[in-house]
């Protein structure tokens, strides 16, 4: 694993019928991979798939 044990934090949110979790990683461990704060956010860069496509996939449970 790239990361050091202290430079990760997992944590268990837990709810009745559930549970979440949530993992957090220091900057400076990212940033040894090459990610860091001022990259530009993710852009949708083209048209959604068609409505039936959704509808077929929610059919299928994907």
Do not use: K, N
Request: proline share 13%; with cysteine; aromatic share 6%.
């Amino acid at each position: 694993m790239p990361f050091d044990p202290g430079e990760v934090r997992v944590d268990l949110m837990c709810r009745p019928g559930s549970g979440v979790i949530a993992i957090s990683v220091q900057p400076c461990a990212l940033r040894r991979l090459g990610l860091h704060p001022e990259q530009p956010s993710s852009q949708v860069t083209g048209a959604s798939p068609p409505a039936w496509w959704h509808a077929e996939a929610e059919r299928r449970g994907y």
